[in-house]
């Protein structure tokens, strides 16, 4: 018998399957571990990334080389850039997962039947998650810590500029687990030369519980688009701050040159900022000139401004540029944010409590700000701990994904011979 | 200027999506009503129907003529048949709906950070929520109050079988709502001629918000492969009874009938019975008699039995038949449900607490029984009041999904000011 000829993109996808195969059955014992079987292990992954530093800053090296023969931007490599302060900072990052409370065996609700029967609804692993990321390497211990403390099985696809550091990180994982007598088929790392493995990931349905897409709006539509696997989207933020007639302009402005400048390229930075009618005449001119005070392009429909089309009100810029509209009132804040806005973070600046609440309760996004920057939509900064990403989607998770957002739920019912009448 | 010329199938498309934007637009409305609003408008509509009684049978009838025209077999002739008691209970169903507690507006959990910021997350509605479903015309009266007890705007694509009586009867629920003062659009009813409104449906990323299907593995898998919008798979259910070498065979012969033959034709019937070697002697025959007595055909390799093959492993009857397996011990079980099962309902019948908690820590399914009939797994009878379907999936919602289940979160933050520090 001779065997059937592989075409590359059969082998991947042969790859992909088989690596989803073996964190299946890495999945059944993971869902089983004790919250301290789990947390020292993480001690244990941390450790080796210390002792495997010289290493990994070794195959980080060679990714670095490869990316600068290639012309990649200074910008882009430094997130690419590992260093042994960093090695130590994403070890660091898995003993503070290991100190987080375990979500699995929580139990959500629970009752008593009348008939007797005993049903609670427990937390339990999703089992199987898949990862698809960008350039920076620490992702992928993140992701492996976020998943183990879950009790997940993670299979990582990130990117092919991160190759060489991203197997260095990941057998040093593996190897951790295997001398803590866990599966090291607990975290894989995927091919990743071409977008196939993406895809066969991504339609690896039954065989995978979830795809979590980590990157720009080009990665997330994809995966949304040919996905047959439940996904979650994440991160893509044309975030608004609406200045209300009856703010306070200290605030607003403090508010918006947080939300716009503190860090423009993270999802949750300030895109456009909206102002009410009623007092444009003071609250333009003071926000225009303290945005370009720091730097800021201001793209808008009023003279002096860069010309505005539709495209600025939709995109999310991630740099130091801005849109800024005035518009007739609340109502219009609220249809224009529901109308452009991704669903991540909104924000009203107003001293005025109806006009609060009637924001908070009609715009429609993961989280609405109320006199706080909209930076603050991030797992850490709401106390989780840590986050596997931002949820924009309605479903399962919305908003910063901590630990109890990678599990599911089973109910578990304790009876004595009940059957159900007809 | 000449219109372009449509294909029919574009015409779909565009009727799909032209509802699902007025479906937005009142979705908008609907996320604002109070309880009281909405239970109101629930009680007016059960009395519309009851009102409109005629017409909406009259309907009907014509459904069941063309049906019966068509060869259509008595037994989905009865699934498809309204009469007048039919249509009190879904007009009962409806105020039952209103005696529901509404999920919207619940906090979920919350907090104060440190930096006085109070953070709450707040149950919303999901927006859009599409449902394709099979003959069944209650479920369109069904769905209409879930949804809009949840606050949701519901796009329904009934089958083309049941295309007047669906049409009958959002007639009366959108003259209900419009005389009550809230949007009509809030139910409307899509094309049922061709497949292509689902497809249509599940590929409107962006204006719908979640697409559940109800109805037979080959539904669910069409939309599951060609969706774009979140989905909830529901209702596939090839459901195991273990009977454990320390099952009382009394127990564990009710509790086997109870699950086969109570209701064969839905998703928690049990489809095989897997029994203990070390009690093969006697249980096998046992169970077989009792199965037999009922009338149940059974499938497997002892002999006597119809030879089964995998596909009797795997697959749902929802017949009068089940498969039957002899397997070595408790591990071969869950090796064989986790193998074969489809995340259903799994039960064990022991009278061993050690083989109870294992199998409940390690069958991954919605819901695992010990000592009960798989017939338990639903919403009414887990206390929910009413159901949306039965998910099978593990995003979002897994097992009897009632209103909570038709709703997403909102994180609502309140500050005075704060930015975040660098």
């Known amino acids: ?52 530093k010289e290493a990994i800053l070794a195959a980080n090296a060679e990714d670095i080389e490869i990316a600068k023969a290639g012309g990649t931007a200074e910008s882009l490599l430094d997130r690419l850039r590992l260093t042994g302060a960093r090695v130590d900072g994403i070890a660091s990052g898995l ?47 993140d992701a492996f810590g976020l998943a183990l403390k879950s009790g997940n099985a993670a299979l990582l696809r990130g990117s092919s500029s991160a190759a060489k550091s991203n197997a ?6 593996r190897e951790a687990l295997q001398a803590q007598g866990l599966p090291a088929d607990a975290v894989q790392l995927l091919p990743s030369e071409d977008r196939s493995s993406v895809t066969h990931l991504i339609q690896a349905r039954g065989l995978v519980d979830v795809v979590i897409p980590r990157g720009g709006a080009g990665l997330i539509n994809a995966v949304v688009r040919d996905a047959q696997v439940p996904t979650i989207e ?30 423009p390229s993270v999802c949750n930075t300030a895109e456009t900022v909206l102002i009410d009618r009623a007092i444009a005449d003071v609250a333009v001119p003071r926000m225009i000139k303290a945005l370009e ?22 995109d999310e810029y991630l740099s130091l540029d801005i849109a800024l509209k005035v518009v007739d009132d609340l109502d219009a804040a609220v249809e224009h944010i529901n109308q452009w806005g991704t669903g991540h973070t909104e924000a009203i600046v107003t001293a005025d409590l109806k006009a609060a609440r009637e924001f908070t309760a009609r715009v429609d996004a993961a989280a609405v700000m109320v006199n706080a920057s909209t930076a603050f939509t991030d797992g850490e900064q709401f106390g989780f701990g840590a986050e596997i990403g931002i949820s924009t989607q309605k479903l399962h998770a919305r908003g910063p994904m901590g630990l109890p957002e990678l599990t599911s739920t089973k109910w578990i019912v304790w009876g004595d011979g009940q059957i159900r009448p007809v």
């Open 1 to 52: 018998m001779t065997a059937p000829t592989t075409t590359g993109r059969d082998a991947v996808r042969e790859a992909v399957h088989d690596s989803a195969r073996r964190a299946r059955v890495a999945s059944r014992t993971l869902a089983q571990l004790t919250t301290a079987q789990k947390d020292a292990a993480l001690h244990a992954a941390a450790d080796a990334l210390l002792a495997a």
């Open 234 to 263: 994440t991160g893509t933020g044309n975030c608004h701050v609406f200045v209300h007639k009856d703010a306070d302009l200290d605030m607003a402005e403090s508010i918006l040159i947080n939300a716009k400048t503190r860090r």
């Open 168 to 173: 260095a990180l990941v057998r040093v994982l």
């Open 293 to 314: 005070d720091k730097g800021v392009t201001i793209h808008g429909d009023l003279p002096g401004l860069v010309p505005a089309t539709d495209t600025d009100w939709a």
């Open 95 to 141: 003993r503070q997962v290991a100190g987080l409370p375990d979500p699995v065996g929580d139990v959500v609700r629970g009752s008593t039947l009348p008939n007797g029967l005993e049903i609670r609804q427990v937390r339990v692993p999703l089992g199987v998650v898949g990862m698809v990321y960008e350039a920076r390497p620490n992702v992928t211990v």
